[in-house]
């Protein structure tokens, strides 16, 4: 299956910034549209920010002017970087396709403290 791998997470103060970078293998066409999702505790994985290929992305409002997704299709990475970070931005972030196609990879912890 495919692999995804995210690094970049760890611990920020509130108004601190962190960039997530995932890196995708097998992914064999650039077209496919690439997402950021985050999970917190005790609630479901939402999808925050996605990217097509050509490089049109959407957010969701909770993230929107903060965070901008990104990606490489040479290198099959996709980036988030995630400004003026708030606590409620505390979760476990994962990449997959906007349509969560892939196998899950492990995710990446980011808190933001008060």
């Known amino acids: 299956q495919v692999q995804l791998v995210e690094s970049g997470g760890g611990l920020v103060q509130a108004g601190g910034s962190l960039r997530l970078s995932c890196q995708a293998s097998r992914i064999i066409f650039r077209i496919i549209a690439m997402g950021w999702y985050r999970q917190a505790p005790g609630k479901q994985r939402e999808l925050i920010a996605a990217?097509?290929?050509?490089?049109?992305?959407n957010y969701t409002d909770s993230v929107k002017g903060r965070f901008t997704i990104s990606r490489d299709n040479a290198k099959n990475t996709v980036d988030l970087q995630m400004n003026s970070l708030k606590p409620e931005d505390t979760a476990v972030y994962y990449c997959?396709?906007?349509?969560?196609?892939?196998?899950w990879g492990q995710g990446i912890q980011v808190t933001v403290s008060s």
């Open positions: 997959n396709t906007r349509s969560g196609a892939y196998r």
């Open positions: 990217i097509t290929g050509g490089g049109i992305t």
